[in-house]
């Protein structure tokens, strides 16, 4: 069941992050200036991290990879949860 449950997921997520997209900004995008935000804009090394729009599309579609497969998982998660508690009711 729960592999069912993965699939409906991804699909899921899917249009979540359409219409995201759509509203401006990727999933990957948010995640990666969150981070930046979160570290002070400096990366370990010293060096400031560049602004989302100077980075390359391979570490674009690595914080879409990401951020998706958080949102994958929380989603699971949650979808699992909510079963565990039905079933012990």
């Known amino acids: 069941m729960c592999h ?3 699939k409906i997921d991804s699909r899921a997520v899917l249009d979540v992050l359409g219409a995201m997209e759509q509203m401006g900004k990727s999933i990957g995008q948010i995640a990666f200036e969150a981070y930046r935000e979160a570290v002070g804009k400096v990366a370990y ?3 400031l991290i560049p602004e989302w729009e100077e980075v390359a ?3 674009r579609i690595g914080w879409a990879m990401a951020a998706q497969a958080v949102i994958e998982y929380s989603w ?3 979808i699992e949860s909510i079963l565990d508690v ?3 009711a």
Do not use: A, H
């Open 76 to 78: 699971t998660s949650s």
């Open 4 to 6: 069912i449950l993965r």
């Open 57 to 59: 599309d391979k570490v």
């Open 45 to 47: 090394d010293g060096t």
């Open 86 to 88: 039905e079933e012990d």
